[in-house]
């Protein structure tokens, strides 16, 4: 059984559109090249990330540590005082009404539409089609079945990670939890 990925044949950080037409599935290796090839062809961070991670190149954490070095946050010891380089810059009027984004009624807050509502309401996660749910349980189960699958998994859960903010050990799927879900107040 080959695991699909949604691939969009115009990345979304290059303008394309969350739509159908511009939406293909691929497997994982096959949307690893096709990021690699757009990060030949137009050299994006965005697409050289995507395609060492779906490669399985680079972690998740040096993803993230690459992202909050290009976005100037500080991560690890390397870069403790040193300045971003975005520090002091002034924004164009144009970065600023786009920070600003849709305001409605007096108190300024940003629209949001009954779809965010829902989003919000359920701690951020979008809902799972029945579909969904069924396969990711099958899929839960079947990694039990073989008695090798059960080893290596137990093996995975003995490597053990640190938090490059704020110091929590735990094992490496749960410090990358901990980073993503916001845990971490970097």
Not at 32 to 60: F, M, N, T, V
Not at 61 to 68: N, Q, T
Not at 122 to 134: A, M, R, V
Not at 156 to 174: E, F, L, Q
């Amino acid at each position: 059984m080959s695991i699909y990925h949604k691939h969009h044949i115009v990345p979304l950080h290059m303008g394309g559109l969350d739509e159908p037409s511009n939406i293909i599935e691929l497997t994982i290796e096959e949307h690893a090249l096709a990021h690699k090839e757009l990060y030949e062809k137009y050299g994006l961070l965005e697409d050289r990330l995507a395609w060492k991670g779906l490669s399985g190149q680079i972690g998740k954490e040096d993803i993230l540590k690459e992202i909050y070095r290009q976005n100037g946050k500080r991560c690890g010891k390397a870069n403790i005082g040193r300045i971003p380089w975005n520090k002091g810059v002034p924004m164009s009027e144009e970065q600023k009404e786009k920070m600003r984004g849709p305001k409605t009624g007096k108190s300024g807050r940003y629209e949001r539409t009954e779809y965010h509502r829902k989003i919000l309401s359920d701690n951020g996660k979008k809902p799972k089609s029945e579909i969904t749910k069924q396969k990711l349980s099958d899929a839960a189960k079947k990694q039990f079945d073989d008695p090798e699958a059960r080893r290596a998994v137990s093996e995975r859960m003995k490597v053990r990670a640190t938090c490059p903010h704020c110091g929590y050990i735990s094992n490496k799927s749960c410090v990358t939890r901990h980073i993503k879900s916001g845990a971490c107040k970097l």
